[in-house]
């Protein structure tokens, strides 16, 4: 998921084009391993992406007025996949997957494209590359410097039981973060918090291409 978004983004099309086999794509993610077991997985997680459904749902009091405004919002509006009968997992023409309008949107207007060799780089590692994601998108648009406890940082990226768990897992995943994302500037402040200072973006504005529309 992260892939397909990070190409829609920097391409600016809602077509993200998968390559003429599951190879392709595998390759593509990152992955060494292409057997015949790889290639099933990854075709079953596009099809769950595929029917994957989401709401969304905001909530704000403005003195005595209550405003709740619930969204659904569905992913891919079309996967084009080509086989044959008797291999499954080998595609024989270039494959497509095209998100939905409203998704693509939210996309173009709040989400900032990640480094692909990042991507690969924090594969192994899935609290690494949620606070990649998380700093990619919060460095960037920071005004000021802001502080961030550890009791924060723990209610958003869970699990690890005890606080001294949580922070020694953390402290090392922000190490492996730092080597692919340097530019980021988040500091430890006498083991209480994480100052954040606003800082690039891991793949800068420029490099995108215009939008390109799907008919």
């Known amino acids: 998921m992260i892939y397909l978004n990070t190409v829609a983004v920097k391409t600016r099309s809602r077509e993200v084009i998968m390559g003429n086999t599951v190879s392709d ?3 593509a993610l990152g992955k060494k391993n292409k057997d015949g ?38 992913i891919v509006r079309e996967l ?5 009968e008797k291999d499954p997992t080998t595609l024989l023409f270039p494959s497509m997957i ?6 693509f949107e ?12 990042a991507i690969y780089a924090l594969s192994q590692n899935a609290l690494a590359l949620d606070i990649y994601a998380w700093l990619a998108q919060r460095l960037h648009r920071l005004n000021k410097p802001i502080n961030v406890t550890w009791k924060a940082l723990k209610d958003q990226f869970g699990g690890y039981g005890r606080m001294d768990h949580f922070k020694l897992a ?8 730092h080597s692919v994302y340097p530019q980021a500037r988040i500091e430890e402040e006498q083991n209480k918090y994480f100052t954040l200072y606003k800082s690039p973006a891991p793949i800068s504005s420029e490099t995108l291409v ?6």
């Open 106 to 117: 939210n996309l173009m207007e709040h989400a900032v494209p990640l480094d692909e060799r």
């Open 210 to 215: 215009p939008i390109r529309k799907v008919a």
């Open 80 to 84: 084009d996949l080509w086989w044959k």
């Open 25 to 27: 794509f595998i390759e």
């Open 170 to 177: 953390f402290r090392r995943a922000l190490k492996d973060v």
């Open 98 to 103: 095209e998100f939905t309008e409203d998704y």
């Open 37 to 74: 077991r790889t290639r099933k997985a990854v075709l079953d997680q596009l099809h769950r992406i595929t029917n994957t459904h989401m709401q969304l749902s905001f909530h704000e009091k403005q003195g005595d007025v209550i405003h709740k405004k619930l969204r659904n919002l569905t």
